[in-house]
């Protein structure tokens, strides 16, 4: 079940994360956390990611996995983003660029496969 399997991966990787975060950063955790005012944008990010996870599932059962691989390439790209939102951090240029070129690939590969 796709459902049940994101769910799994979201709570056996959230769950040590968290842990490891804590661990590491005793003394410092209020300059660790991202301020409240980012929380929905990391919400957003979340959700996006589970969403992610399930409909990789659910193509995987349904045939639609070409346009799925697609979009499951731009994994890297909200990795960058999660640095922008959560710490505040500039892209670099070579990321600014791996950016574009990420979702123009993604783009060429979801038009391809119709």
Do not use: C, K, M, N
């Amino acid at each position: 079940d796709p459902y049940w399997s994101a769910a799994l991966v979201t709570i056996s990787t959230a769950i040590p994360a968290s842990a490891a975060t804590l661990v590491s950063h005793r003394r410092s955790l209020r300059r660790t956390l991202p301020r409240p005012r980012r929380l929905p944008a990391l919400a957003l990010l979340a959700f996006a990611g589970v969403a992610g996870d399930v409909a990789y599932g659910v193509a995987s059962r349904h045939g639609a996995l070409s346009v799925v691989s697609a979009i499951s390439s731009l994994y890297p790209v909200s990795t960058i983003l999660l640095g922008v939102l959560s710490r505040g951090e500039r892209p670099r240029r070579v990321q600014s660029a791996g950016i574009a070129l990420a979702l123009v690939g993604a783009a060429l590969l979801g038009a391809a496969a119709h």
